[in-house]
């Protein structure tokens, strides 16, 4: 029998993934031979799996000492990646071709939207992005489960129970924006209140074709 791997174990092979995104492996939907886009990849938390699994991984984010890190990480997990494929870019206006990745991943990104404007242009070029048949996982705040503990501040920005401020949306705003992007929710909204501090929903979103 195998032996189970132990906690360092399981953080050198997975690092400090995201719980919902490491189901979405579990379930197959991200695997081998995937082009993946980490929009807004921090310092690569959410990539540890996948450049050790040879996946054919890119990251982007608006902070250089983020892609610098990550670029270290990468260096050292898979070193025939080549260091371009971490580069600093808005969200909003990537340099990638249009269809060029099957799985797009924004994990804790869309809620600093600015307003209303802001976060369609961040969504519009993750869509744009995504090839025929791909797979957008998004984890961002909302207002679910706590509705009458924010406090509105205009353009869907809110001042959350825990002092923060983001961009916040709700079930009705992420399945108006599934339909008017013609995708298709792949799980129902899942929604974490974290002890009526804050919340956060997870949206799984299938682009047609492929």
């Known amino acids: 029998m195998t032996e189970?791997?132990?906690?360092?174990?399981l953080r050198e092979q997975f690092?400090?993934?995201?719980?919902?995104?490491?189901?979405?492996?579990?379930?197959?939907?991200?695997?081998?031979?995937?082009?993946v886009l980490d929009a807004g990849c921090g310092g690569g938390r959410n990539l540890v799996f996948m450049l050790r699994a040879g996946m054919d991984v890119h990251g982007i984010d608006e902070s250089a000492d983020a892609i610098a890190a990550v670029r270290r990480q990468a260096a050292v997990i898979a070193p025939k990646l080549p260091a371009e494929r971490?580069?600093?870019?808005?969200?909003?206006a990537m340099s990638f071709a249009s269809g060029s990745?099957?799985?797009?991943?924004?994990?804790a990104v869309l809620h600093f939207a600015r307003d209303e404007a802001h976060f369609t242009g961040m969504l519009g070029e993750m869509w744009r992005v995504l090839a025929p048949g791909g797979l957008l996982f998004?984890?961002?705040?909302?207002?679910i489960g706590i509705e009458g503990q924010v406090r509105p501040?205009?353009?869907?920005?809110?001042l959350l129970p825990d002092g923060s401020e983001r961009f916040l949306v709700d079930a009705s705003?992420?399945?108006?924006?599934?339909r008017q992007l013609g995708g298709t929710l792949l799980d129902?909204?899942?929604?974490t209140i974290v002890h009526g501090m804050r919340s956060m929903t997870t949206w799984v979103v299938r682009k047609a074709g492929g």
Do not use: W
């Open 138 to 143: 998004c984890r961002l705040a909302s207002s």
């Open 15 to 35: 690092g400090d993934i995201d719980i919902y995104l490491f189901d979405q492996l579990l379930r197959g939907r991200i695997g081998e031979g995937m082009r």
């Open 153 to 158: 501040l205009g353009n869907r920005r809110h």
């Open 86 to 92: 971490f580069s600093v870019q808005p969200v909003d």
């Open 101 to 107: 990745m099957d799985v797009v991943l924004s994990s």
């Open 173 to 178: 705003y992420l399945l108006e924006h599934t």
């Open 4 to 9: 189970p791997l132990r906690p360092s174990e």
């Open 188 to 191: 129902p909204l899942k929604t």
